[in-house]
């Protein structure tokens, strides 16, 4: 149970431990201050139970929120619980998402990239605004020249050692990154800058066949060896492990006894041409 709440909010233990806590101390406060309240005003037995009622109604859609995010502020846990609140008030109607602009991360030819390029292209509130890549030769970099999205050439050992390039991304107002076929590992300071506001997709169903080296035709091939009756792909957010934030959707092919890793490879990208898009504009317009 608490190992799939950690899973959902993909915090670590301690986060969930201060995150519980504070759900905790919210609870009994608002009940103190309640009843507080309630004699402040003058309440008692002979009070109209309609009056006292609209009080208690007040405390829990408004009070608690409130005392929620001052508890929240001394367990350390304000961005948390803001984000839970927004999520709220949209869902009510009450704010409007925010406009959010992607960064697309690419090492390869930019299939996904483009789709999503396509996909997003006419979109109210979400704008492809960056494509990073590592390589000055991928293909993905002819996409964003076509598109006119201003691309990122990235140096592998400052992007792994340094935070220049995490300053420049948050500079540009990058809110989301979308990895789509990105071969270098996310490094830890940019999913510190980034939480939860990382997505990727993998090309097999994780956890199977996945982590370090488990990528594009090596994935492919390991399923086929070990005889698989289906394969998929994977969405999910990016967390300091390779492979294993929170999964966000995850479909699956049939793989048959006459495919080889290229006719594979091939059902899986159409269906990760299918998804991908639709995936990434239902999370970013819930995350905004
Ligand atoms: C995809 O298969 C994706 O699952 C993996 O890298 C591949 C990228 O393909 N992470 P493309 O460059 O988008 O065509």
């Known amino acids: 149970m608490l190992n799939k709440l950690q899973q959902k909010w993909n915090v670590s233990s301690v986060q969930l431990l201060l995150i519980l806590c504070t759900f905790a101390v919210t609870g009994s406060s608002t009940a103190v201050i309640s009843r507080y309240i309630t004699s402040w ?63 697309i991360f690419a090492s390869g030819k930019g299939s996904n990239a483009e789709k999503i390029i396509q996909f997003l292209e006419n979109h109210n509130n979400i704008h492809v605004s960056l494509i990073v890549s590592n390589k000055p030769t991928a293909g993905v970099l002819d996409i964003a020249s076509r598109f006119n999205i201003p691309t990122l050439l990235i140096d592998r050992k400052k992007f792994m ?28 300071n940019l999913i510190q800058a980034y939480t939860n506001k990382i997505v990727n997709i993998h090309p097999a169903l994780l956890p199977a066949y996945g982590g370090k080296g488990m990528y594009g035709e090596h994935v492919h091939q390991a399923v086929i060896q070990a005889g698989e009756k289906e394969s998929g792909i994977t969405i999910h957010l990016v967390d ?9 959707f995850q479909a699956k092919v049939e793989v048959f006894p006459n495919d080889t890793p290229d006719t594979l490879a091939e059902k899986v990208h159409r269906l990760e041409h299918e998804h991908y898009p ?7 317009s819930r995350t905004s």
């Open 161 to 188: 050692e340094s935070d220049e390039y995490v300053q420049i991304i948050k500079n540009q107002g990058i809110t989301h990154i979308i990895l789509a076929g990105f071969l270098l590992k996310v490094p830890d």
């Open 240 to 248: 300091e492990e390779y492979d294993h934030g929170k999964t966000l």
């Open 278 to 284: 639709k995936v990434i504009e239902k999370w970013v």
């Open 41 to 103: 005003v003058g309440f008692d037995e002979q009070t109209f139970w309609l009056w006292k009622l609209l009080l208690r109604i007040f405390m829990l859609v408004f009070g608690y929120q409130v005392i929620l995010m001052i508890v929240a502020f001394f367990f350390g846990q304000f961005p948390f619980f803001w984000n839970y609140e927004k999520k709220i008030l949209r869902r009510m109607g009450v704010i409007k998402p925010g406009k959010a602009k992607l960064a």
